[in-house]
Each structure stands twice: as C-alpha cells, then as structure tokens.
C-alpha cells in the first residue's frame, strides 16, 4: 500500500499561541470584573460594616446613620485619624424649675424690689406646700375622723402626727395589728411627696418602769424606728429620712393631766421642705 501523505495545508489543532492569547483574556476579564465590583460599593452594607467595626474597636465616637452619603468620602468620614471635633450647632432645650428654680417666680414682678418679691415667692411656695397638705388629708380623711392621725403644717413643714390612740399601746413600740392599713396610707403620701422624711417619737413627763426600755428616751426613740421600718416597707427612700427620739422635752401641749399626756404621746412625721429663694435675674420670666 502506498503511504498516506499529509496535506500541508490542513494540519490538526489551534495554533499554540492561541492557548497563551486565551488565558490572557480571561484573566483580563477577571480584572476588569473585579475593578467593576469595587467601584460599585454598596453604601448601606459598608456603613453598617464600620459600625460593627466601631463597636468592635472603639474608634468611632460618633452615632452612625444608615443614609447614603453624599459629597463626602465614606472612608474618610469613619477613618480618618484625625480627632473629630463636635460641630457648634443651635440647640433649642426645655428646662424646667427644677434645674432653674429661679424660673419660678410669680408673675407682674418687674417693678418689685427684692424682698416683695421673695415675700410673693414664699406665698406661692406656702400654697402649694398647703395643698399638698390637703391630699394627704383626704387620704387620711377615716384615720383623722377616728382620732388616730391629724396633719398640720408649719412653715416648711408637714407634720403627719400619730397618736397614741390606735397606734401603740401604752409604753410599747409595737404597733396595733389594726393601724395597718392606716400605717400603709401614710406610707404612700409619704412617698408621694418631696423633701426630707423626719420620724420623731414624744412621750409624756410619766417616767417608763419596765424591763425593756430604761428610760423615755429608748420608748420615743424605739416607736419613731417601727413608725420609719412601716415607710420603708411602703418604699420611702431611705436616703430621706432621719430618726428621732426626744422623750418628753418637746410636748404639744403641758403635762398637766391624763388627757394633755396623752396628746403628747405620739410619733410625727415630718415632711421638710428646704426654704425656697427667689431671685429675679435679668431677662427672667415667670412661670404661668
């Protein structure tokens, strides 16, 4: 058989280059797919990325805010080494009489002198002072009808006054099993209102004979403790109040006989209100 002879224009396969120019091609593709990835960032994703960077490393100070950014370098605006310095900005606040007590003056002051105006101040403290007062009558309205509680004022003070009858039995600083509910009255308009919560326990001139308290200064002292446990089971805060036991040295009324001394047998509680000072600064308004 003759030998078969190849055409010498048609040899099999590509050109080698053309494997070398393909691989180029596809790595150019790569390339420029990558570039194009880049530079079409996701704003959203990547400021959420650097907020958990922040939280994560403590770089950032600032409140971070999913917006899209406009005119500025996101790169910039959350690593720049530089110290960020708060913008001066207008800003409108409310404030209260708490923060400025001398926003609380009374109106049409303008023409007064100092002293009227810490007199109508005072006149307008009292007031409110009074009808405070009032409330915690007309919660205590049955314990006051019974004789077992009264509540005055005096000055800066409220005075929630326990009296013997009903309370404590005689020479005891445990309480009645039926002056709780009272006791839990009083416990919530304490609670209610401001200042300084004072407990004070009196007795009367007769000198205590027992066992268990030497004198009427460990009774007076004794019944104003159990009176302030009862505010603190209430929940008064503990930080107001101061107990006090003064025996017979502060009496209501002169220990003359059985019924004056039972009037000074008791335990007050002492809401104290710190004077208020009024001043008129310039360009002050007053409260409406």
């Not at 810490?118 to 009808?131: A, I």
């Not at 919560?197 to 009774?219: C, F, K, M």
């Not at 209501?252 to 019924?259: D, Q, T």
Request: net charge negative.
């Amino acid at each position: 058989m003759a030998e078969e002879t190849e055409c010498p224009k048609c040899k099999p396969g590509a050109p080698m280059w053309v494997v070398t120019f393909g691989d180029m091609m596809s790595l150019l593709l790569c390339f420029f797919v990558l570039l194009l990835s880049f530079a079409t960032m996701d704003i959203i994703k990547f400021r959420q990325m650097a907020a958990s960077l922040k939280n994560a490393f403590g770089v950032q100070t600032e409140i971070e805010a999913y917006d899209t950014v406009k005119g500025t370098s996101v790169v910039a605006e959350h690593f720049t080494p530089g110290r960020v310095e708060p913008t001066p900005m207008d800003q409108i606040r409310q404030q209260t009489t708490e923060e400025h007590p001398y926003l609380d003056i009374p109106e049409n002051t303008e023409n007064l002198s100092p002293q009227e105006i810490q007199k109508r101040f005072e006149e307008l403290q009292l007031k409110k002072l009074e009808e405070e007062a009032k409330k915690i009558r007309e919660s205590l309205v049955d314990e006051i009808k019974a004789g077992k509680v009264s509540v005055e004022t005096e000055k800066w003070k409220i005075i929630i006054r326990i009296h013997e009858k009903g309370s404590f039995p005689s020479g005891s600083a445990v309480l009645n099993a039926g002056f709780s509910p009272a006791m839990t009255k009083i416990a919530e308009a304490v609670k209610a209102s401001q200042g300084k919560v004072v407990v004070a326990g009196h007795t009367d001139d007769v000198p205590i004979v027992n066992a268990q308290y030497r004198s009427n200064w460990e009774l007076s002292a004794a019944q104003a403790v159990t009176v302030a446990h009862e505010l603190l089971k209430g929940g008064v805060d503990p930080k107001r109040m101061m107990v006090a036991g003064y025996a017979d040295n502060r009496p209501l009324v002169p220990n003359i006989n059985e019924n004056n001394r039972a009037r000074n047998r008791r335990v007050e509680i002492l809401l104290e209100q710190e004077a208020p000072q009024a001043t008129n600064p310039p360009n002050a308004k007053a409260v409406r």
